[in-house]
T-cell receptor, first 114, second 112 residues
Framework: EAQVTQNPRYLITVTGKKLTVTCSQN?????MSWYRQDPGLGLRQIYY???????DKGDVPEGYKVSRKEKRNFPLILESPSPNQTSLYFC?????????????FGPGTRLTVT | SQQGEEDPQALSIQEGENATMNCSYK?????LQWYRQNSGRGLVHLIL?????REKHSGRLRVTLDTSKKSSSLLITASRAADTASYFC????????????FGTGTRLTIIP
């Protein structure tokens, strides 16, 4: 089954404790991205990657890091989480730049930073 | 920002009725997409309409696009309880990143 998986689905942590949210897709997609969803603000892009070893900032990259060492994986790293990073996070992937525009989303990770 | 805005923010209708949601955006686009999100879950792609298209159909969905007004509408006909969800429009602009820029969504409730 074609899918994007994220782990963990729920996470409660404390300010400053480094964490990683994993994302993996099994569709051989080149393009992957991370979004956060906040009430009243919709979804905003954090980082994106057009291929292995190619990553760039989205609209709200502050406080986040990413890496793309393998095509299927695109982890999101919060080096020192703060309460304003409490949010619902989604990983997404799609075929390739210039290809099908349909994006496939993971199930989401609900993060709470206290 | 070319973030889209959906209208209305919330909509409740009886099962079997048609539901119409509108989306406005600010700048030129390559295409516009609609996604559905069931409560707290991932988004599911519904339909894509390109900037040179005016109308598109997929099952019970009908999407229109008016680039001169920078607006789109999503019509769901013969609504079902399972259509209860939030609906987002997302625009794609430029090349390379081609990121989705989402609106704030319409919360649709279908009353059985």
């Amino acid at each position: 089954e074609a899918q994007v998986t994220q782990n963990p689905r729920y996470l409660i942590t404390v300010t400053g404790k480094k964490l990683t949210v994993t994302c993996s897709q099994n569709m051989n997609h080149e393009y992957m991205s991370w979004y956060r969803q906040d009430p009243g603000l919709g979804l905003r892009q954090i980082y994106y990657s057009m291929n292995v070893e190619v990553t760039d900032k989205g609209d709200v990259p502050e406080g986040y890091k990413v890496s793309r060492k393998e095509k299927r994986n695109f982890p999101l790293i919060l080096e020192s989480p703060s309460p304003n990073q409490t949010s619902l996070y989604f990983c997404a992937s799609r075929d390739r730049p210039g290809g099908s525009y349909e994006q496939y989303f993971g199930p989401g990770t609900r993060l709470t930073v206290t | 920002s070319q973030q889209g805005e959906e209208d209305p923010q919330a909509l409740s209708i009886q099962e079997g009725e048609n539901a119409t949601m509108n989306c406005s955006y600010k700048t030129s686009i390559n295409n516009l997409q609609w996604y559905r999100q069931n409560s707290g879950r991932g988004l599911v792609h519904l339909i894509l309409i390109r900037s040179n298209e005016r109308e598109k159909h997929s099952g019970r969905l009908r999407v229109t696009l008016d680039t001169s007004k920078k607006s789109s509408s999503l019509l769901i006909t013969a609504s079902r309880a399972a259509d209860t969800a939030s609906y987002f429009c997302a625009t794609v602009y430029g090349f390379g990143n081609e990121k989705l820029t989402f609106g704030t969504g319409t919360r649709l409730t279908i009353i059985p």
